[in-house]
């Protein structure tokens, strides 16, 4: 298929990966009912699953622009392979995720990719579209230097939207209370307790409910640039071009949102 990506095994390493960063969105299959239901409402399942095939595409477009770097989706569930097709530059490949939680899919998705030879990894969250272009490039960067470390790009509701590694720490992804408002603080400690250099990015957001979706609307409909952000964000076209549609529809279903 003309669409369709290829698959990397951590199986088949693969030479030509070397001394590239492997920029990695942690992806769900954008089915209605499965990704983004906390949006619904204010919006309906079907805008809130349109919303995020919306977010990967500007997320792909953002990363496909970074120097020294390689686009990769790592999706969950195996045999969804198809409902990417045609959501990223061809210059993209596909790894599946693995593990039961959440941690333990970061690490075993960091782990996997390592093992196809890339040099470095960052693993990417699909709910922040408008991450700057220089954070990312910031993380590659960071990770191409001499010596190991953690990049952490943390979000403002103490998680983090982006994690960068040169080797697979487990250490990282152990004891954290997942989902919650100390991701972000008690990474920094595991990275301190495992003795890493920690490399700390802009703060950004991303969107998982009705207050976040008024940020972004913000952001991308008016221009206002989010009360801790310090730089721009990312035009994400896409999503701005799906709320401007949702806007034109009557009373942006946002502005009714608790």
Known sequence: MPDSYPILSPDKPSAAN????????????????????????????????ALNTCFLRDTFTNIDSVEDAQGIICYTPVGDEAMFDGLAPKSFALIAQRGDGFGDRLYLAATDLLACGFSSVCLIDSDSPTIPYAALQQAVQALAQPGDRVVLGG?????????????????????????????FAETVERAAEADLELVELPVWYDVDDGATLRILAAELLEGKRPFF??????????????????????????HTAG
């Open 18 to 49: 070397a001394g590239k960063c492997a920029l990695a969105v942690m992806a769900k299959a954008p089915r209605p009912g499965k990704v983004k239901t906390r949006l619904a409402p204010p919006l309906t399942l079907e805008q809130s699953a």
């Open 229 to 254: 952000a310090e730089t721009d964000g990312f035009d994400a076209v896409r999503t701005r071009e799906f709320l401007q549609s949702l806007a034109e529809g009557g009373s942006p279903p946002w």
């Open 155 to 183: 979000s403002d509701d103490g998680g983090y939207y982006l994690i960068g590694l040169k080797a697979a720490h487990a250490a990282v992804f152990e004891r954290i209370t997942w989902s919650t408002a100390s991701v």
